[in-house]
């Protein structure tokens, strides 16, 4: 799945890292600039939940404030409650449309520079071709 994901971001000319466990992802998050993270619930040794819970109490505010998408296998109105409720923004069931996880993406990238003073990217291309 993650070769998957890199390879339909590296289409939209997006620079993706992919991490395959959580402790990894948060020292990632914590020296590097991230402008959103999908994760898996899933994850050896220690969850989806779990990331999204430390990284929401990181004491940088855009690290603490990083959008975030759920994508996990799990099916069922308690696990998205449960992910929504965890601090993630969205919830993406696996297996996914393309296009559903890249406007989802856009969806969060757009709604997390909103009142920013800083320059951003337009994220809109993410929504306007389809991946095949």
Partial sequence: MLILINYIFE????????ISSASEALE???ECKIDI?????????EDGFSLIRKIRTLMHPQKRAIPAIAFTGS???QVHEKTLGAKFQAY???PSDPNQLMTE?????????EGSSLLFSDY????????A
């Fill in 124 to 131: 809109s291309y993410l929504e306007e071709e389809k991946v």
């Fill in 11 to 18: 289409i939209y000319g997006s620079k993706v890292i992919t």
């Fill in 28 to 30: 990632i998050i914590k």
């Fill in 105 to 113: 993406v856009a969806k969060l990238l757009r709604s997390s520079s």
């Fill in 75 to 77: 099916i069922g109105n």
């Fill in 92 to 94: 993406i069931k696996k």
């Fill in 37 to 45: 993270l999908i994760t898996d619930i899933a994850m050896p040794e």
